[in-house]
């Protein structure tokens, strides 16, 4: 195993620990993942391979919050490395844990890694139909931020099916609502730039 956290994890799961040291133990899990994201390096895989393994076997809802977030940075890297298959395993995981905990904010998020990683692998209708799902989601616990970003990832995959006047308007919507409601700066020129 390439990290000390994901020892301890497993030790822990090994002894099916429900105790504090679980929390600690995710909570370094959660802080080195950070960190390697944001190194970026292709000498993590291992270590991201690892701690989807060992997170998918913590079983219920103890520390969702924190599993849901080292899924998702699990996720984030494969999808970046191109794991495809990895990152929607990861997402699927992520699905199942935040259906169990009934966060739709978690769904989205789950949705929309689905999505860009089936428009990436040229599965553009089912990265639609999760675009789809999670703008409904979006709206329905009015995160606007994920609407946007659902708006921006929709596009784009209209722009991967040929479908550009369809994935004007998308872009059109996400660079209107992003100036409205002064979201992130980085979404603004995201939108145009796939516009344009």
Not at 74 to 90: I, N, T, V
Request: charged share 25%; glycine share 8%.
């Amino acid at each position: 195993m390439g990290s000390g956290h994901i020892a301890l994890l497993e030790s822990l799961l090994k002894d099916c620990s429900t105790t504090p040291e679980l929390k600690g133990a995710l909570t370094r899990l959660l802080v080195e993942g950070k960190e390697r994201l944001q190194r970026g390096s292709s000498s993590s895989l291992d270590f991201f391979s690892d701690a989807l393994l060992l997170l998918t076997k913590l079983k219920g809802t103890l520390y969702a919050e924190s599993r849901l977030e080292c899924l998702f940075d699990c996720g984030s890297y494969f999808y970046h490395d191109a794991k495809h298959e990895k990152a929607l395993d990861a997402a699927i995981q992520i699905n199942l844990l935040a259906t169990q905990v009934n966060s739709q904010l978690w769904r989205r998020k789950a949705l929309t890694l689905q999505g860009v990683t089936y428009a990436d692998m040229g599965s553009v209708g089912d990265a639609l139909i999760c675009h789809y799902s999670a703008l409904e989601l979006a709206r329905q616990i009015g995160d606007i931020e994920g609407e946007c970003r659902e708006l921006i990832n929709t596009g784009v995959a209209l722009n991967y099916a040929g479908l550009y006047r369809e994935a004007i308007r998308c872009f059109k919507a996400a660079a209107d609502m992003a100036e409205f409601h002064r979201l992130k700066p980085e979404l603004i020129p995201t939108a145009y730039i796939n516009l344009a």
